[in-house]
Nanobody, 121 residues
Framework: QVQLVESGGGLVQAGGSLRLSCAAS????????MGWYRQAPGKQRELVAI???????RYADSVKGRFTISRDNAKNAVYLQMRSLKPEDAARYYC???????????????WGQGTQVTVSS
């Protein structure tokens, strides 16, 4: 079965950096768009960044210039390099991807379990 697993979260001081990783595993035929979302307590889940299979990227205005999304298609992985972290970046970060399992070769949307990012001021 396809699953997404995030890693790299943790506690960091404001102004610091973290790199999040997400790898899709299972019997995978193809992976299309991959992205990162976050949700802070009392707030709605929001898109942070997305990267298409061809490499084009989009970012939320709040992270533009500070975060960089990238992917490794050979590893079915997506990464989020976060720099100049602010307290308002603190949230649980979720990996999301459109993945086609080998069994069906049809795309389904998958979510990871999330990884916590805490930013101290």
């Amino acid at each position: 079965q396809v699953q997404l697993v995030e890693s790299g979260g943790g506690l960091v001081q404001a102004g610091g950096s973290l790199r999040l990783s997400c790898a899709a595993s299972g019997s995978i035929f193809s992976v299309n768009d991959m992205g990162w979302y976050r949700q802070a307590p009392g707030k709605q889940r929001e898109l942070v960044a997305i990267i298409a299979a061809g490499g084009s990227t989009r970012y939320a205005d709040s992270v533009k210039g500070r975060f960089t999304i990238s992917r490794d298609n050979a590893k079915n992985a997506v990464y989020l390099q976060m720099r100049s972290l602010k307290p308002e970046d603190a949230a649980r970060y979720y990996c999301n991807a459109d993945v086609a399992p080998y069994s069906s070769r049809l795309y389904f949307n998958y979510w990871g379990q999330g990884t916590q990012v805490t930013v101290s001021s």
